[in-house]
């Protein structure tokens, strides 16, 4: 496996299920991000992680969890989302947070 | 809040003709980087840029950081089919913590 790899490719959860987003990179970068992609709205960058911290929760809601449990991995748990959560969900890392980001493939979460 | 501001939004062109767009802002960027995304993956970084005036060529791409750090700039020459795609750029914040901004997007369609 090469690159930033993300699990499930898809995912499709009713309002009152718990789940979870799993990425892994294989670049050995120290800084990790989760994104949110709505059509027509610009990125949104909803956490990071340097050196396996939580640098910045950008004001997202408590229903959105995530983990890093090292520097290679990173999740989001979800819980009771709203049909609006629905998007593309990017997990990106970096070697440093001022490098371009390499993203992940995304999931496509689908909140009925 | 800082916010980038892309043109075209979306754009129709023939194969093998020239692509020009861009990306400006109100504020400073330390950095400028731009992405392709196809339909179903995540942003592949293209360019980056990291000082004014810098001008860097990717094969037929070529992108310009702006004098002012306001502005930058992407050009494509010699469109051709599998150029399709949305490009996003992006700006690295001067102020607060180290994080990219992404813009909305230019969508690009090409005609064979």
């Known amino acids: 496996e090469t690159g930033v790899t993300q699990t499930p490719r898809h995912l499709v959860m009713g309002m009152t299920n718990k789940k979870s987003l799993k990425c892994e990179q294989h670049l050995g970068h120290n800084a990790m991000y989760w994104y949110k992609q709505s059509a027509k709205k610009p990125l949104e960058l909803m956490f990071v992680?340097?050196?396996?911290?939580?640098?910045e929760n950008n004001s997202v809601p408590s229903r959105f969890s995530p983990e890093c449990p090292n520097s290679s991995h990173l999740f989001l748990h979800l819980h009771t989302l709203q049909p609006e959560d629905s998007a593309l969900y990017l997990c990106a890392s970096s070697q440093d947070r001022a490098y371009g980001y390499t993203f992940g493939s995304g999931t496509r979460l689908t909140v009925v | 809040g800082q916010q980038l501001n892309q043109s075209p939004q979306s754009m129709f062109i023939q194969e093998g003709e020239d692509v020009s767009m861009n990306c400006t802002s109100s504020?400073?960027?330390?950095?400028w980087l731009w992405y392709k995304q196809d339909p179903g993956e995540g942003p592949v970084l293209l360019i980056a840029l990291y000082k004014a005036g810098e001008l860097t060529s990717n094969g037929r791409l070529t992108a310009q950081f702006g004098t002012t750090r306001k502005d930058s700039f992407l050009n494509i020459s010699a469109s051709i089919p599998s150029d399709v795609g949305i490009y996003f750029c992006a700006g690295l914040t001067t102020s607060g913590t180290y994080k990219y901004i992404f813009g909305t997007g230019t969508r690009l369609k090409v005609l064979a």
């Open positions: 504020s400073i960027f330390n950095t």
């Open positions: 992680y340097s050196l396996e911290e939580r640098v």
